[in-house]
């Protein structure tokens, strides 16, 4: 995809506290439980640190040629912010507050169409603001309707390229030593493809709901092996007191012969 080149003068300022950020409604309700399941994952796997900063529909800021420019991607995550989080709850400037985000998703819109846009002219669409403004080195566009993973990288030349999948169909994040792919499955009564990661071993990372349930797993089959145990235990006493009886009709029936065992 080629980019119009024209001058930019990029700075970072903090989005005035007078700035009316958009108020419009997410594309489809299917979104922000894409957004909310990739963040439950990295969060329970230990995979964000504190001074990181992941969001959805959260606005990333830079001033361009004099102007005031304001994304909100689907989902993104700042590997370090230098401010505490309570100076980034409305939005976000990179450079001035902390480092860029390494990576952002759009999940492909049904009515806007913007997610591949290179318009270079105020307000520039997405995929410039994300390759030429920003500069972040992991642009990902997932098509909720078809179901198809597209992983972007910017390369040497401040362009991105289509990354290939592995032989899973997996992407290689090296910036959160992760793979990214897509995942069938049920969560939260939505059933379709979603946005997983797995680790270097390839082992899935698991959302706090699958975590419940493989405890509730283990707890279950930690009660079946102690029932088991318990019907075992049983079953010794039982055959036990059946070799006592036995000993004590076979001594009963000797001394009804006038035979008087030893028993030392």
């Known amino acids: 995809m080629t980019t119009t080149t024209v001058p930019l003068e990029i700075t970072w300022e903090k989005l005035p506290e007078n700035y009316i950020l958009p108020d419009d409604p997410v594309d489809n309700i299917h979104q922000p439980l894409l957004a909310e399941a990739l963040t439950d994952s990295l969060e329970l796997a230990g995979r964000i640190p ?16 004099s102007k005031m420019v304001v994304k909100a991607p689907d989902w993104f995550y700042v590997p370090s912010i230098r401010v505490p989080h309570s100076e980034v ?12 985000p390494a990576i952002v ?15 270079p002219t105020y307000p520039p669409g997405k995929w410039f603001f994300y390759e ?15 179901g198809i993973l597209e992983v972007y990288r910017l390369d040497s030349s401040g362009r991105y390229r289509e990354e290939t999948p592995d032989t899973h ?7 959160l030593s992760l793979f990214l792919g897509l995942w069938p499955g049920i969560r939260h009564n939505r059933e379709g493809d979603w946005l997983r990661w797995w680790d270097e071993t390839g082992t899935l990372l698991l959302w706090g709901s699958e975590l419940v349930q493989l405890e509730r797993d283990r707890a279950e089959l930690e009660r079946e092996r102690a029932e088991q145990e318990r019907d075992r235990a049983e079953l010794e006493r039982e055959r036990a ?15 009804e012969a006038g035979i008087e065992p030893n028993l030392e």
């Open 169 to 175: 169909d997996r992407y290689w994040i090296a910036e």
């Open 241 to 255: 007191e059946q070799e006592r009886d036995r000993a004590d009709r076979l001594l009963t029936q000797l001394r």
């Open 50 to 65: 504190e001074n990181a900063l992941t969001g959805s529909n959260y606005g990333i800021c830079a001033t361009v040629n």
């Open 132 to 146: 030429q403004v920003l500069r972040v080195p992991v642009y990902v566009i997932f098509d909720l309707a078809e």
């Open 89 to 100: 709850d409305r939005s976000y400037t990179p450079q001035l507050q902390g480092e860029p």
């Open 105 to 119: 998703m759009e999940f492909l819109s049904e009515t806007e169409g913007t997610e591949y846009s290179t318009k």
